[in-house]
């Protein structure tokens, strides 16, 4: 009987811990879970409304955009947070579960080209992007580029991605290789966003990709252009809001339906300067030009 009691009570909190707009510690609580490039900002901002309304919490963790829209379809969060928008397929099975998702741009980002420190490369047209990372093309070497890399005696371009589940991973296929292309195999698959820096920072021979937020002194981020006579743009928060880097995109989050309450509210203040200056201090680009002290 004892046993039964305590089995109880386990699936109680884990179904606890599963619904959304829920409670904890007699707070009202927001899940909100998706984007590793999103997740970095969306706790930032947790941390910070606790001082606008400390009656309300706000549950935030990763695990990549289709992880956390397929949660929002499920039922088990409040919002979910993309860095790409939600594919046909997902539309349809949200639809199929009576939800109609709503989507709000919480920001930019210039989605930035990694390389390490040493590489003397300057510029990438997209088009030589996608002969690197798209299936069938014809760059496999950094000379093919015309370029010699220190501590890079393999001459291989070590190819490092995101996994399959992450929206940057689905952005840059879209932006860079088009939608019918795939990648090709043999890339280094990382999980998250600070993965991909932390092994181009350490492989001379490597080349990544990721949010610009997760840039550091110790990587490379050369510009990028449309074509071969078109301007190299470097990726900054103003190259994204004013769309001149050419794989720049929106960061959004989607609720399902219109959002009541308290989620409405925690939106409205996501949107807020207050919110937005954080966006822009964490490397993002906000929706808008706001004033920050």
């Not at 309304?53 to 695990?63: L, R």
């Not at 939608?179 to 990544?208: Q, W, Y």
């Not at 994204?240 to 720049?248: E, K, Q, T, V």
């Amino acid at each position: 009987m004892r046993n039964r009691l305590a089995l109880g009570v386990v699936v109680l909190l884990v179904l606890a811990c599963g619904r959304p707009s829920g409670e904890r510690g007699g707070r009202a609580l927001i899940q909100n879970k998706g984007s590793d490039t999103l997740v970095n900002v969306a706790q930032a901002w947790a941390e910070a409304y606790k001082e606008v309304n400390p009656n309300v919490g706000i549950a935030v963790t990763g695990g990549g955009s289709g992880t956390g829209i397929s949660a929002m379809i499920n039922g088990t969060v409040d919002l979910a947070n993309a860095s790409r928008k939600m594919k046909d397929k997902e539309l349809e099975a949200a639809r199929a579960n009576g939800i109609e998702p709503v989507e709000f741009v919480v920001g930019f980002d210039a989605l930035a080209v990694f390389v390490h420190p040493d590489n003397p490369v300057e510029g990438f047209t997209r088009a030589q992007l996608a002969e690197i990372y798209g299936e069938g093309g014809s760059v496999e070497g950094w000379d093919q580029l015309g370029l010699a890399i220190p501590g890079c005696d393999s001459n291989e371009i070590v190819r490092v991605s995101r996994q399959n589940n992450s929206g940057t991973y689905v952005y840059f296929q879209e932006a860079v290789l088009g939608k019918e292309r795939d990648f090709k195999l043999g890339s280094r698959d990382m999980h998250g966003s600070k993965d991909v820096v932390d092994l181009v920072e350490n492989t001379p021979c490597a080349i990544g990709y990721s949010g610009l937020a997760y840039a550091n002194e110790h990587v490379k981020m050369p510009c990028v252009s449309t074509s071969d006579n078109g301007t190299c743009v470097f990726p900054s928060s103003e190259t994204a809001i004013d769309g001149s880097y050419p794989i720049a995109r929106p960061l959004l989050m989607y609720s399902a339906g219109q959002p009541q309450g308290i989620v409405k509210v925690y939106l409205d203040w996501i949107l807020s300067d207050a919110a937005q200056c954080i966006i822009q201090d964490k490397g993002y680009a906000p929706v808008r030009a706001v004033s920050c002290g």
